[in-house]
């Protein structure tokens, strides 16, 4: 079961952008669409590069490095199906975002 770290508070991530964060040793890159929040391992699984700064469109986050596109719900890369960024649970509590990771041996 996840734990859940708060990262930010509402209204700290601009609509349709994203926003890098350490969540349990890991870096979560967070992004609002339509007022929903959504996160990723900030970490592009093609070529390493930061998707927290990627442009975000069409539900997906594009990044900076070769321009393919991840899937913000599912991770999934839509020029190679196969490939897959890790995605986080998130929740608001209040006025807190918290994305939930995996802590310790299950």
């Not at 079961?1 to 990262?7: A, D, L, N, R």
């Not at 609002?32 to 900030?42: E, I, Q, S, T, W």
């Not at 199906?81 to 995605?87: G, S, Y």
């Amino acid at each position: 079961m996840p734990e859940f770290i708060t990262v930010a508070r509402v209204g700290e991530i601009p609509e349709g952008r994203g926003r890098t964060f350490a969540v349990g040793g890991q870096t979560v890159a967070v992004f609002r669409v339509n007022g929903d929040y959504f996160a990723l391992d900030d970490f592009c699984p093609h070529m390493g590069a930061s998707l927290g700064t990627g442009d975000v469109c069409d539900g997906a986050v594009v990044c900076d490095r070769h321009l393919w596109a991840f899937n913000l719900s599912d991770g999934v890369c839509r020029e190679a199906p196969t490939m897959k960024a890790q995605t986080f649970d998130v929740r608001v509590q209040g006025d807190e975002i918290q994305v939930g990771v995996t802590t310790g041996a299950g």
